[in-house]
């Protein structure tokens, strides 16, 4: 590996690094605005979400950049690969951020929903895995991530059962109809905070193992029933 | 011996000397006949002088390599030493005075670092066990050490710390800017950061490390989490108690101004407006015994001085207290005592009130048709007394607080029901004089349980149960 190329590695890496923790920490404010609402936290959180956009471009140009000038291959070329979809992945959860603390202020304006237990534990649950991928990306572990993956399907039932929960309401009180949008499109959101968090674990596979596992079952089942 | 080049090299230049006397001899027939005779004498001693260097040589080689093999033992040189003839151990003498001197340096560098390392030792243990987290890192942002508070602390979870970039095991943006700044300005950083994923607040300080240019920096660390949710507390509280003395007050006066202003008003509404300054007075009355008590309680001004008592006729006694508000309310009070007579250590007019608190509380919180259950039992060294009801439950991030002065689930609802807004505070604390504790289990919608744990009376003592028999029936109605 070349100077140029180490030390463009290591500055993507840390660029991606401080755009992770500071979409973290996005996310995490506005899980919070759902047990305490406030309004101008939710146009402070709209308002980072601009800087990460910019950081976002800044990586993808960097990762352009490199793959120009030092024509990587291997582990090198992986990584940039990887870096470009993680840092398109966190600008999108910091989109969810910005949505949710709207959300979570549309519903404080009609008190009488109450918010869920299981929408706080099902948005704890989506943000730590989220922190777990970015653990798996920074100690190249792939086993960690494997597990990323596989808490995805708790977070889907949780939130199947939340909209369950809130079509009942909606049958039940039809004058609450907006509010329960707004915990509907909550639970939407957070789960796909999980479903980012899952990309970028899969993504991590793909840095270490060198094998993509995204839709991995669907390819799988095709192949039993083309073999078949 | 045979094998030796230095010995053959010897005896051949012996040999050679040897046979040049022979010849001289020979050519100027020195000594006739003898000639023969000298040659072989002469080739005789050249082989002994061989021989005899050779050793010398050997034994000083010996020597030699003993005393720079085993430098580190005196004796063993000692010994090499003896076996030198006494003009050899002369020339030998300078390399032992340089080789002593050389020890006595090592031995003194060994001791020196032994120290060192033993101080390193100590300042590990130290940096390590302090109460603060210390993390330092390098002008890279590289970790250099880190303990186990500022692990713990800032949620690193990674074994492999050391020599890894800062802003790749902690990924906190507000600690990696400060970090940055500290390294490029040299400039102190002190801030209080929270940690978003276990909401802890730290107070973080990064200092430079001292010399130029800068090395690194230190980054010190402490919990304030504790001390903010205090002076949250503290604040709380004052707002609270100026909040609940105030709502009464004002009332009273509202109520005596029309009634000052208007003095021919109507008897029969004079008479409602004095009702209400009666019973709001009571309410201001009642709040300040409360705030009294708790007062008492919290300064532990008396030792509490606890000893044996059954439960079961204090509940009995709370139960037949409350019989009258319960039945108004239409709610079910009932007790369900255990097989044994549990005895507590405990005051009894304090575990009245415990009980009293408990129930009044359940009662108020308990829809008409209700049911509240009082509940107590032996668990291990524990006596456990639970009150339960089927009301509305208290939200699962509102439990803890609950016990909190004046901290009410429900602000607007709650102050309707009454009561002072204390009873659980009480509560809590007259449990913790006993060494005991209180806890709450609730969820939503399906009612609350308030569960007291206070310490069991040695168990030989207890004598058959105190309880009055007609409510011993389980889950039966407490008649009243």
């Known amino acids: 590996m070349t100077m140029h190329l180490s030390r463009d590695l290591q500055k993507l890496h840390r660029t991606l690094l401080s755009m992770s923790s500071r979409v973290e920490d996005m996310i995490h404010q506005a899980v919070n605005q759902l047990g305490d609402p406030n309004f101008e936290e939710a146009v402070k959180i709209a308002k980072l979400d601009d800087a990460i956009d910019e950081l976002d471009v800044e990586i993808e140009e960097d990762c352009l950049k490199v793959l120009a000038l030092n024509q990587p291959v291997g582990v090198d070329l992986r990584r940039i690969a990887t870096v470009m979809k993680i840092s398109g992945e966190l600008e999108r959860v910091a989109d969810i951020a910005a949505n949710i603390a709207q959300r979570a202020c549309g519903l404080a304006e009609s008190p009488e929903i109450p918010i869920p237990d299981r929408l706080q534990e099902m948005a704890h649950d989506a943000v730590d895995m989220l922190h777990r991928a970015i653990d798996a990306y920074v100690d190249l572990d792939s086993v960690k991530a494997m597990q990323v993956c596989a808490d995805d399907d708790s977070i889907d039932d949780m939130n199947r059962q939340i909209i369950e929960d809130v079509i009942a309401d909606m049958h039940r009180t039809p004058s609450l109809v907006e509010p329960l949008l707004h915990l509907f499109s909550a639970s939407r959101q957070i789960e796909r905070v999980a479903d980012h968090a899952t990309n970028i674990a899969e993504d991590v596979v793909y840095l270490v193992e060198g094998t993509i596992i995204r839709h991995g079952r669907h390819f799988v089942q095709n192949q039993v029933e083309r073999s078949s | 011996m045979f094998r030796n080049a230095t010995f053959w090299k010897l005896f051949v230049s012996s040999l050679a000397i040897a046979g040049f006397a022979a010849l001289i001899a020979y050519r100027w027939d020195v000594l006739g006949d003898a000639a023969a005779l000298l040659s072989a004498l002469l080739l005789a001693a050249a082989t002994l002088q061989s021989w005899w260097m050779h050793r010398r040589m050997r034994i000083l080689l010996d020597t030699l390599r003993i005393t720079v093999a085993s430098w580190e033992d005196p004796d063993l040189i000692r010994q090499a030493d003896r076996r030198l003839p006494s003009d050899l151990q002369e020339m030998l003498q300078p390399l032992h005075l340089a080789g002593n001197r050389l020890m006595r340096r090592v031995r003194s560098v060994e001791r020196q670092a032994e120290r060192q390392a033993e101080r390193t030792e100590l300042m590990h243990a130290v940096l390590t066990t302090?109460?603060?987290?210390?993390?330092?890192?390098?002008?890279?942002?590289?970790?250099?050490?880190?303990?186990?508070?500022?692990?713990?602390?800032?949620?690193?979870?990674?074994?492999?710390?050391?020599?890894?970039?800062?802003?790749?095991?902690?990924?906190?943006?507000?600690?990696?800017?400060?970090?940055?700044?500290?390294?490029?300005?040299?400039?102190?950083?002190?801030?209080?950061?929270?940690?978003?994923?276990?909401?802890q607040v730290i107070s973080l300080t990064v200092t430079a490390l001292p010399s130029e240019p800068v090395p690194g920096a230190v980054l010190v660390l402490r919990d304030l989490t504790t001390l903010r949710k205090l002076e949250s507390v503290r604040r709380d509280f004052v707002t609270n108690v100026s909040h609940e003395l105030k709502t009464p007050l004002t009332s009273i006066q509202a109520y005596a101004d029309t009634l000052l202003n208007d003095p021919d008003s109507d008897p029969e509404q004079a008479s409602f407006f004095l009702s209400r300054?009666?019973?709001?007075?009571?309410?201001?009355?009642?709040?300040i015994l409360d705030l009294i008590r708790l007062g008492r309680i919290e300064s532990q001004e008396d030792k509490p001085e606890p000893r044996a008592l059954a439960v079961g006729p204090i509940v009995a006694a709370s139960i037949d207290d409350h019989g009258a508000i319960a039945d108004a309310a239409g709610i079910r009070l009932l007790a369900d005592p255990p097989q044994t007579a549990v005895r507590v250590m405990a005051e009894e007019d304090d575990l009245r009130t415990i009980l009293d608190n408990l129930i009044d509380n359940a009662l108020k919180y308990t829809d008409a048709d209700g049911q509240v259950l009082v509940r107590w039992f032996a668990d291990e060294n524990w006596g456990i007394i639970?009150?339960?009801?089927?009301?509305?439950?208290?939200?699962?991030?509102?439990?803890?607080?609950?016990?909190?002065?004046?901290?009410?689930?429900?602000?607007?609802?709650?102050?309707?029901?009454?009561?002072?807004?204390?009873?659980?505070?009480?509560?809590?604390?007259?449990?913790?004089?006993?060494?005991?504790?209180?806890?709450?289990?609730?969820?939503?919608?399906?009612?609350?349980?308030?569960?007291?744990?206070?310490?069991?009376?040695?168990?030989?003592?207890?004598?058959?149960?105190?309880?009055?028999?007609?409510?011993?029936?389980?889950?039966?109605?407490?008649?009243h």
Request: charged share 30%; with cysteine; net charge negative.
């Open chain 2, 130 to 199: 302090v109460a603060e987290g210390v993390l330092v890192v390098d002008t890279d942002e590289n970790v250099l050490f880190v303990n186990e508070t500022a692990r713990k602390l800032l949620d690193i979870t990674t074994r492999e710390v050391v020599d890894r970039p800062i802003w790749e095991v902690v990924r906190s943006s507000s600690i990696e800017e400060a970090v940055q700044t500290v390294l490029t300005s040299e400039e102190d950083v002190q801030r209080d950061v929270v940690m978003p994923r276990s909401k």
């Open chain 2, 277 to 287: 300054i009666v019973s709001e007075s009571e309410r201001l009355h009642s709040i």
């Open chain 2, 386 to 479: 639970e009150v339960q009801d089927d009301g509305a439950g208290i939200p699962q991030e509102k439990q803890l607080r609950v016990f909190e002065r004046f901290y009410r689930v429900d602000k607007a609802r709650d102050r309707e029901r009454g009561g002072t807004g204390l009873g659980l505070s009480i509560v809590k604390h007259l449990c913790q004089r006993f060494r005991g504790s209180v806890e709450v289990e609730s969820a939503m919608g399906e009612g609350s349980t308030f569960r007291v744990r206070l310490p069991l009376a040695n168990t030989t003592l207890v004598q058959t149960t105190a309880f009055p028999a007609e409510r011993t029936s389980t889950l039966s109605p407490a008649p």
